[in-house]
C-alpha cells in the first residue's frame, strides 16, 4: 500500500487515480480534468459556465476570506465573470458559534467585495477533522466568443507574472508562527506580512488584461510559481525558458524563507498571476505590476540561475509543510 505525502496529489497519481474515474462523458461539457487547469467549463445558453473548486487546508486562520479569494481567482483565469459559490465548512468537536459565524461574516463580506452570492452548501461539527476546513465551490460566466483556446499557445511567447509569489504562503506562515519570527521580522514587516491577504485577489490582475492578445492565464498556488509553470507548460503542451532572476520576491519573503530554509518558489503563492501573451505588457497597468519571466519553447522546461541550467520539474509537496 502506498502512503501519498502532505499536499497535492502527484501528477502521476491524478492521471492514475482521478483521472481515469471521470464518469460519463457529455456533449455539453467543454473540458476534462487536467493538469494546469483552473476551471471545468460548460456549455450555458448564451454563454459558458465556468466551476472550480478549492478547500483551505494549511492554516485555520482567515479560512473563510482565503476560500472565496482563492476559488475566485481560479474563475479570473478565464476571464469569466464570478457569480456565485456553495459553501461546505467541517469544524472539529468543541467547536463554537462564535466560531461559525465568524468564518461565514467572512465568507459573506468577500462576497459583497466582489458582488457574488452564497447559493448552497454544509455545515457541520466532525470528529473526524482537527480543525475547520472550508471547501468552496464557485460559478462565473463567460461569453462564448471571449472562452480561451489552448491552441493560441505558441514557441516564442512571452511568459509574465503579476505582483510577486510566496505572499500566501508567508501571510500563512507568519500568523502561524509569529511567536518564532519575532526576531526575523520587525513588528511593521509582521504586519505587512500579515495583511497581504488584500493581494492574493488576482481578479483585478485579470481584469486589466481583458483587452490584451492573452493566451494563457494560471493561478500560482500550491506548488509555488515553479510548480505553476510546471503544470502551465504541461498543459499547453510546450517548454519554455525561465530566468530565475527575473521571478520578483519581496524582502520579507526572503527573510521568512531564509529562516526556514525553504525554498519561495516552492511556496503556495495566490496572488500570483501567470501569463503567457504575444503583447508586451506595461510594468504597471492601473496599479498591478508585471514582470516577464520567460519564453515559451517547443520543448524542455528550464530555468536560467546565476547562468547555470536546471530542469523545472514537477512540482512536489509545497514548502509550507516544512514549516507548518
Known sequence: MSIIKSGKLSINQLEEIIFKNLGYERDDIITRPFVGQDCGCFLGNDDIITVTSDPITATSKDIGRLAVIVNLNDIATSFATPLAITVTILAPVGTTQEEIKKIMSDISDECVKNKIQVIGGHTEVTSAVNRPIVSITAFGRIERSKFNNISKV???????????????????????????????????????????????????????????????????????????????????????????????????????????????????????????????????????????????????????????????????????????
Not at 209 to 234: C, K, W
Not at 303 to 309: P, S, Y
Open 154 to 324: 505558441e514557441s516564442g511567447q512571452k511568459i509574465y507574472m503579476s505582483k510577486s509569489i510566496s505572499l500566501e504562503g508567508i501571510m500563512i506562515i507568519v500568523k502561524e508562527k509569529k511567536e518564532e519570527l519575532k526576531d526575523v521580522l520587525s513588528e511593521d514587516e509582521m504586519q505587512k506580512a500579515e495583511n497581504f491577504y488584500e493581494e492574493l485577489s488576482i481578479i483585478k490582475d485579470a481584469y486589466v488584461l481583458r483587452n490584451n492578445d492573452i493566451s494563457f492565464l494560471h493561478d500560482v498556488t500550491e506548488g509555488g510559481i515553479l510548480g505553476a509553470i510546471y503544470e502551465m507548460m504541461r498543459y499547453c503542451n510546450k517548454g519554455c525558458v525561465i530566468n530565475y532572476n527575473d521571478i520578483k520576491i519581496n524582502n520579507i519573503t526572503r527573510k521568512v524563507c531564509d529562516h526556514y530554509n525553504i525554498d519561495p518558489t516552492r511556496l503556495i503563492s495566490s496572488g500570483c498571476m501567470l501569463i503567457i501573451t504575444d503583447d508586451i505588457l506595461e510594468e504597471e497597468i492601473d496599479g498591478v505590476s508585471f514582470t516577464q519571466i520567460g519564453v515559451v519553447t517547443d520543448d524542455n522546461m528550464i530555468f536560467i540561475r546565476d547562468g547555470k541550467t536546471n530542469d523545472i520539474t514537477e512540482p512536489d509537496s509545497d514548502a509550507i509543510y516544512e514549516v507548518l
